[in-house]
């Protein structure tokens, strides 16, 4: 039996973990099971081979490498965004690293998943580890995830130090011996906390590069080849704005389900969303902006394998899909992100799922259309649809996230006790501070005394 | 749990930890080995190897200063 944690400050924090929710049974089963058929359907793969799948030659990139560069890209809601808020000093961040952070570990493994569920032989992977040469930017790719990924369970975990601390107050049995372990033997002096706060401030520079590096590497993985409309000098910054815009808005989806279904309305207000939404709208006019600038350049340039591709986004196979993206990534969030009337919960939360939909067709038509339309007259003309191993596949990588969400809450407090608590504490008194360094026109008067 | 066995798993923690950078590690210095053997993009190698192989050792350096710095700062109390 837990000890009681109903007098704590924060209770509403820790009550998913020591208060089993009703629905955790019951969600837990739904999602087992769409994972379970998920494994029967790679079962079949593994078996009968890739013809299960809609893809084929020349489209040997389908729905795994769109699911692929998608989840890599939503990991930069959570380290980036969290990093450069901690970095910026922006105390409308505490509520919302630790969801953020969770996002980039959670989705990570998911994404490099993919990968593996697109190799037709996953017995060979490991010649990948033996043999592997760093010619190949698919190395570049292994490399710097991993790294990513290492990095970002690093920084969830640093500042997830003293929550742990907390909760191993007011628990016991085999959660008593867990906190205990990877507390680290936190007592909350001011010596551990300047080590840890330098740890954070450090993780917080580290990751930035790390992150950015991560998607420039991905989109290498295509831009590297002479593929028509892949091989382009914008996709690195390309793809890296349009993960950060995913990823926000991803967080933003993520944030108002657990707002909802753990009553975090005290933690996570309007203001946050708010927030979040005028990062969002900057980020959908640099996405149109970068759109803009890579089809422009093709179409100018008339290079005949290029114009193929383009055309089939433009009015041919691929219009619907296309034209869809610009509505669900720049026209219908637009409207809801510019108006502070709508900027709230319920517009951004609408914004952001449109705009998840948006960013994964964008995924969609940068690697099938460039795949079923090879450079040179004399290969054939490809067609490409996803099979329901595919989107099976796809919906247990979802329900996957969810579940890996779905116990971390269970474990852990979604939103840092120990920052809000600093945050209730010393706000005032740190931006104060930070107000009165640069108060303007006082500068000389300081100077003069 | 009592206070040797948490330090136990602690220690393990660390170990695991360390372990896995020191796989990673390996497995770069493997690639450049291939590299080098092949004659194949040894100056790329080297330096995509430089690059990644001080970050982890970097990690690895992060996560030993948090672990011992606060077990020397819990000490101290």
Known sequence: MDRDFRHEADAVLMRPIFERPKYFYPLLGFLLSVIAWAAYCYYLQFNLGLGVTGMNQPVSWGFYVTNFVFFIGISHAGTLISAILRMTQAEWRRPITRIAEMITVAVLGIGGMNV???????????????????????????????????????????????????????ATGWRGGLYGVLSLGWRGTERQQKILNRCIGFM????????????????????????????????????????????????????????????????????????LGLLL????????????????????????????????????????????????????PL????????????????????????????????????????????LEKGHYTASYVEWSLMAGCFALFVLIYLL???????VSIWEAREGREKTLEIVAA???????GEGRLKEEQ | MNERQIQFFQYLFVLSFTLFDLAVLSWIGRLIYIALQLKDTVNGSLGIAIVAGSLFLVLLGVFHYLFWGLKRAKEQV
């Open chain 1, 335 to 378: 409207p809801l992100l510019v108006w502070r009337r709508f900027r709230q919960v319920t517009g951004t939360v609408i914004a952001s799922l449109l705009i998840s939909v948006g960013m994964w067709l964008e995924r969609y038509i940068i690697i099938v259309p460039s795949m079923a339309n090879p450079r040179g007259d004399l």
């Open chain 1, 408 to 414: 971390f809450s269970r474990l852990f407090p979604l």
């Open chain 1, 116 to 170: 593996l569920l697109d190799l037709g032989r996953i017995d060979r992977v490991a010649n990948v580890f033996m043999y592997g040469r760093y010619q190949s930017p698919l190395l570049w790719d292994a490399t710097s995830i991993t790294a990513y990924m290492t990095a970002s369970a690093l920084y969830l975990f640093i500042p997830l130090i003293p929550d742990i601390a907390i909760l191993r107050q007011h």
């Open chain 1, 434 to 440: 930070r107000v009165e360094r640069y108060k303007l």
């Open chain 1, 281 to 332: 709208l900057v980020m959908s006019l640099f996405w149109f902006y970068f759109t803009c600038a890579e089809y422009l350049t093709a179409y100018f340039g008339n290079e005949p394998g290029e114009m193929r591709v383009f055309w089939s986004k433009m009015t041919g196979e691929y219009a619907g899909y296309f034209w869809l993206m610009v509505m669900c990534n720049f026209v219908l």
């Open chain 1, 204 to 275: 917080a520079v580290l990751v930035i590069p790390i992150a950015i590096s991560v998607h420039t590497v991905v989109a290498f993985v295509f831009s590297m080849t002479l593929q028509p409309m892949w091989h382009s000098t914008i996709f690195g910054p390309y793809f890296v704005a349009g993960a950060i815009f995913s990823g926000l808005a991803g967080l933003i989806i993520v944030m108002a389900v657990l707002r909802w279904v753990f009553h975090l309305q005290d933690y996570l207000q309007p203001i946050h969303f708010n927030y």
